[in-house]
DNA sequence: CCCTGATTCGC
DNA sequence: GCGAATCAGG
């Protein structure tokens, strides 16, 4: 589909992602095209902001007054080159927003990234099969430079210690 | 710095 | 109605 507006499916896909409790701008990567600040006002237009919130502050700030007016900025073209990637996230397995607590410190929680939400700052690490559906890559914070979380990159760059078997005198 | 949602208001 | 810019907070 070439045209991007909040149409019936659309809009259906933002309100059970939203439900799911994925963020704005998850949203936004999953249903392309638009921006989070594009799904923040329409779930507010949709009325149903604030999920856990029951009321928001009644303290309305003033706010600067805007007059440059910029040229506009030439807006990401969203289409990535990929071939499959139509996972439909509302009824993925894991991220469950308030399912039990398990007391599990060795289990690390992931941020569920795809390719559309990987950035410079996100960790790539894969998790699970990539030809499956419910493939998606670690997605926590990741310093700049680096591809992987600071939990991943231990396991990436593992220090190349102990190769006394064949060192030689370079 | 990264991120989150909330709000305003020009379009 | 839409969403960029902005605000306020974590």
Same mark, same amino acid.
């Given at each position: 589909m070439t045209e991007l507006s909040w149409t019936e499916e659309r809009v259906e896909r933002l309100k059970a992602l939203w439900a799911e409790g994925l963020s704005a701008s998850q949203i936004a990567g999953e249903l392309g095209g638009v921006t989070r600040n594009a799904v923040i006002g329409k779930v507010h237009r949709l009325g149903l902001s604030g999920r856990s919130k029951p009321q928001a502050q009644p303290t309305a700030r003033p706010r600067k007054t805007r007059e440059p007016t910029h040229p506009m900025r030439p807006s990401a073209p969203a289409s990535v080159g990929n071939t499959a990637l139509k996972a439909d996230? *509302? *009824?993925? !397995? =894991? =991220?469950? !927003? *308030?399912a039990k607590t398990s007391p599990r410190p060795e289990v690390i929680d992931f941020e569920r990234a795809t390719i559309l939400t990987l950035t410079e700052h996100t960790c790539k690490w894969p998790i699970g099969d990539p030809s499956r559906e419910d493939f998606f890559f670690c997605g926590r914070h990741s310093e700049a430079g680096i591809p992987y979380c600071a939990h991943h990159a231990r396991i990436a760059y593992q220090p190349a210690h102990d190769r006394r078997r064949d060192r030689k005198a370079s």
């Open positions: 996230v *509302e *009824e993925l !397995p =894991a =991220a469950e !927003p *308030e």
